[in-house]
């Protein structure tokens, strides 16, 4: 393979589920990726910033079954809100990588027809447990509950029994390769502590992976053995190759493969660190410089996640402030490898304080004072006095720590050094007080040094800060008259005085609104949660309503069906005959207790084959925290009666 180009830079996120819409969880990766993309920008390197979905798999199957969709109509709705979203904040991606593309399809295919003639894959029985949600295989020793079922450890969710024909990747093989690769390049996985995690991991043994299911459609299908499909992480990691041209735009390919650092959460650390680096030297190829594994944002102390039901729109958060705020607070607030609590009051607060007053402020007066005394344009200044000069200098100091924060992942380091300059440049003003030197026509010269020095400052402050907040950045650079791009000038060129004399600045616009909590808080209040906006309603007519034949129906006979755990087999009356019904509620009700009770049924649904049992219509029940809870009648009732 020809070698990497040395300025080379590949950054990944992980390819978001498409079984829900994004909240800010992945919103703060992305945007991670999006701020070391840009700064590699203007350190001059080839850039390339891939992003995606993961679209196949159990998971987004069963999501679509839910809305009554097809998976890939699923997965096109919520393509549409992640690229959505990506726009809102100001995201420049390079890629967006599907998992339903031909292209990635036929890649991924190839590869495993490719470990397969090595004999990397072997097929075999698989028998285990499976946790839909986090679509991983349990380890053995995972403890059975009670009640004969297993607890995903990750997740908490209960897993399922698998039991298939399947065929595996020979991971155990990989064990100590994997190992000296740890050895040889001990920042593989970042931060360090990380890296501790996986080598404890690997080190307990490495048992061979399933890495195809029978009992999943929704999946690439295996080559030559239609039957099965391949795993969906076998699938979605090789996303990392086919986005930049595996096997279909060889020379984009060679030009950034390996990746420089595939940033995820410390969720899926081991799929990146382990299984991701074990199929690579499968196929033979260089492996990633860096996986960092970030921390999660909580609300309320607890893992923001779609299942918990705790995550938040970062919609309304990007209505009321605009993208750079969100921004600079997930990137500002802890430092990347730790895990975050978002709170709303935090949010305000870090906004309003740093954003709106220190730097919407210096912004402003500078400005202003510049059009003011100057009608826009300083022509000459005195020479530079100490304080003059200690501004100059504290930005060259701070050009270097801040390119080794931004260099190291320590985002929020870096911007902790840029808020300690701002601050030094609006103590220099409240020092001076150019507002009183403009009233001595011979302090003139003195007036335009003090101004023109927060006018550097603020070019150099807004260069640094383009990575995080990219829009707000662009803008104080026009509102000082620049005319090239701000990406066009390299980091390695930025100089306090590159400001040119006799520039003319533009009539500033209010960068960053403060926004009062209260005012926030109700914003977020009239939001309808994002369980219920998913629901969004899809009214019926009443002609349309009446088609259904809705029923009181009385249990006659009720029984387990075997091999399966919530499947009861009911035979119930309607009043003018005898229906057979299968019915998801055996871990609420026992089917005894369902006999002589009164329910309601849909009599008029296409019948249904379960468990090869024709089910002639449907009973009704509410789901409580994916549990059935059945409406039972609290007077007698006569069976068949109608239901409206
Ligand atoms: O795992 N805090 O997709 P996913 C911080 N498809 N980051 C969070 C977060 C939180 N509370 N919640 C989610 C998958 N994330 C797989 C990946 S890659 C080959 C396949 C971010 O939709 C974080 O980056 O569940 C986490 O790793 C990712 O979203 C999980 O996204």
Known sequence: MAKRSKKAFYVTTPIYYVND?????????????????????????????????????????????????????????????????????????????????????????????KLKNKGDIYKGIYKGWYCVSDENFLAEDVPLEEGGYKICPDCGKRADVVSEECYFFKLSAYQKPLLDFYAQNPTFVRPPSRMNEVISFARQGLKDLSITRTSVEWGIP????????????????????TGIGYDWNMELFEKFWPATVHLIGKDILRFHAIFWPAFLMAAELPLPQTVFG????????????????????????????????????????????????????????????????????????????????????????????????EIRLEFERLKEKVLNFYENYALSRALEEIWTYIKSVNKYLAVNEPWKLSKDQSKRKRLGRILYQAEAALRAISYLLFP?????????????????????????????????????????????????????????????????????????????????????????????????EKLIKLEVDIGTEKRTMVAGVADVYSAEELVGKKLVVIVNLKPAIIRGIESQGMLLAAEVEGKATIPFFDKDVLTGAKVR
């Open 21 to 113: 819409v994004p909240h800010i969880g992945h919103a703060y990766t992305t945007i991670i990726a999006d701020a070391l993309n840009r700064f590699k920008k203007l350190l001059g390197n080839e850039v390339f910033f891939l992003t995606g979905t993961d679209e196949h798999g159990q998971k987004v199957e069963r999501a679509a079954t839910e809305k009554g969709l097809k998976p890939i109509e699923l997965a096109d709705q919520v393509v549409g809100r992640f690229k959505d979203l990506w726009k809102a904040l100001n995201i420049s991606y390079d890629f967006f990588i599907r998992t339903t593309e031909p292209f990635h399809e036929k890649s991924v295919q190839k590869i495993f027809q």
């Open 222 to 241: 295996v080559p030559d053995d239609a039957d099965h499909t391949i795993y969906v992480w076998f699938d979605a990691l090789h996303n990392y190759l």
């Open 294 to 389: 970030h921390g999660w944002w909580l609300k309320d102390q607890t893992k923001m996640s779609k299942s918990k039901g705790n995550v938040l729109d970062p919609h309304i958060i990007l209505k009321t402030f605009g993208a750079d705020p969100l921004r600079y607070f997930l990137l500002r607030e802890v430092p990347i490898g730790l895990d975050g609590n978002f709170s709303h009051e935090g949010f305000v607060h870090r906004v309003n304080s740093d954003l709106a007053n220190d730097l919407g402020n210096l912004v402003q007066r500078t400005l202003i004072m510049i059009q003011n005394f100057f009608s826009g344009k300083i022509e000459e200044t005195d020479k530079e006095e100490k304080g003059d000069k």
């Open 468 to 564: 995080v907040i990219p829009g707000s950045s662009e803008k104080i650079w026009n509102f000082l008259g620049e005319e090239k791009p701000i990406e066009e000038e390299l980091f390695s060129e930025l100089k306090f005085d590159n400001l040119k004399l006799g520039q003319e600045i533009k009539k500033p616009d209010p960068l960053f609104p403060r926004i009062a909590l209260k005012d926030f808080l109700k914003e977020e209040e009239t939001q309808p949660s994002p369980a219920r906006k998913e629901e969004k309603m899809e009214y019926i007519n009443f002609d349309e309503f009446k088609r259904m034949d809705l029923r009181v129906g009385e249990v006659l006979e009720a029984e387990k069906v075997e091999g399966t």
